[in-house]
């Protein structure tokens, strides 16, 4: 988006740089980057910058009304409900794809959002190597409202751990060893000094819980929760204790912000920053257009179940179509000159929520597949995970 910068930054890149910088990604904490990382960042000019952060502005606030609420006490399926709701969630991330519109102009849309931790921990570590790696000017930033290294870290503790002692803090997932996001659960435990735990490991007595350390049972009070409800449900995971359950934890991302902010939140949005959507139930007629939208399942993780190619046969052998939403498609441009074609990119703007939402850094992919996904990018360069930087001085 700003011509001088990418000349100059694909003009300094070699192979053997990447190779570099892929390595010290690699090799640096326990685990590997399990996903890929991209050859580039991006760089916001100053008006697409000033868009995602008025997109974020409108949607933040409408998730803040009272009709918000009221529209989001449908979205937790029956069951799953989990008790001690906290007001809000402590994590919100918000996605758009860079798009252009009719004039030519760079413009946001609306992909998703989510009231759940995202890569809080590796996009700080991501920032620090590729400014070793590569030529990002001085004068540009990837995170917001002023954070540093140090403040950043400062305002993720008083979140997640608070005054606990960070050993009666946990962070808490499914086979952590196993996750696709198992680097940042290292950064998070080095950061702030907490314990990745698998949920099938950790005791329940009376209403208290417990994870095992050199043959000792340790007490949880806070649970920076990772885990993923629809992966919940899809593996059948047997633990000891159930999320259901009446238990003296704080959660830090209670588990009912899952449901609450998410796909479910987008046919309630209203901007000029967010594509028409419905509930597939709400539909009297499906539009005559069905070729520009796309069909998503409202609780699924990682793009799993989106179709793109949607028609009134699928549509109508959907079993129950409140489970189901149909978005107009956003079209996402052609941002990124690499050797071999242009890149599209989708931004997601992450949040921390303590006493209002605070927008902290920001996550890029790049895809040149007709999705995001790893699924459509499968022997393709220059996509993947990264960064985008703004002037920030």
């Known amino acids: 988006m700003i011509p001088e910068i990418r000349k100059k930054i694909n003009a300094d890149y070699t192979d053997a740089k990447y190779q570099a910088f892929t390595h010290e990604l690699d090799t640096t904490y326990k685990y590997p980057t399990d996903f890929r990382s991209a050859e580039t960042p991006i760089f916001l000019t100053k008006d697409v910058k000033r868009q995602l952060i008025e997109a974020c502005d409108e949607i933040v606030a409408q998730l803040q009304t009272e009709e918000f609420k009221e529209h989001s006490s449908t979205a937790i399926p029956p069951g799953l409900f989990v008790p001690n709701e906290t007001p809000h969630p402590e994590f919100l991330q918000i996605d758009f794809g860079i798009c252009k519109n009719a004039n030519g102009n760079y413009v946001p849309q609306l992909i998703e959002l989510q009231g759940f931790p995202s890569l809080y921990g590796y996009q700080a570590f991501l920032n620090d190597t590729i400014r070793k790696h590569f030529s990002i000017p001085p004068t540009y930033g990837a995170s917001f409202n002023g954070f540093v290294r140090g403040t950043y870290e400062k305002l993720l503790r008083d979140v997640i751990v608070g005054d606990s002692d960070p050993k009666n803090v946990v962070l808490l997932e499914i086979e ?97 920053y967010a594509p028409e959507c419905h509930f597939v139930s709400d539909l009297k007629k499906y539009p005559s257009d069905l070729q520009q939208y796309v069909l998503k399942p409202l609780y699924s993780f990682a793009g799993l179940g989106v179709d793109i190619d949607v028609t009134k046969q699928k549509l109508d052998a959907l079993v129950d179509k409140s489970q189901y939403l149909l978005q107009s498609k956003v ?37 040149k597949g007709a999705m995001m996904g790893v699924d459509f990018n499968k022997n393709k360069t220059w996509v993947g995970g990264t960064i985008a930087y703004h002037e920030a001085i």
């Open 176 to 272: 952590p060893e196993r996750q696709k996001t198992r680097i940042d659960f290292t950064i998070m435990e080095k950061m702030l000094g907490i314990k990745t735990v698998c949920l099938t490991t950790v005791k329940k007595h009376g209403n208290q819980l417990f994870y095992s350390e050199d043959g000792k049972e340790i007490r949880i009070e806070r649970i920076y929760n990772r885990v993923i409800f629809d992966e919940l449900e899809r593996k059948k995971i047997q633990s000891k204790f159930k999320f259901t359950d009446e238990v003296d934890v704080h959660w830090v991302g209670h588990p009912n912000w899952y449901f609450r902010i998410s796909k479910h939140t987008l046919p309630f949005l209203k901007s000029k």
């Open 331 to 367: 079209q996402y441009a052609n941002l990124i000159e690499t050797p071999d074609g242009f890149a599209k990119a989708e931004v997601r703007m992450m949040f921390i929520w303590k006493e209002k939402p605070i927008l902290v850094k920001n996550l890029v992919r790049l895809s």
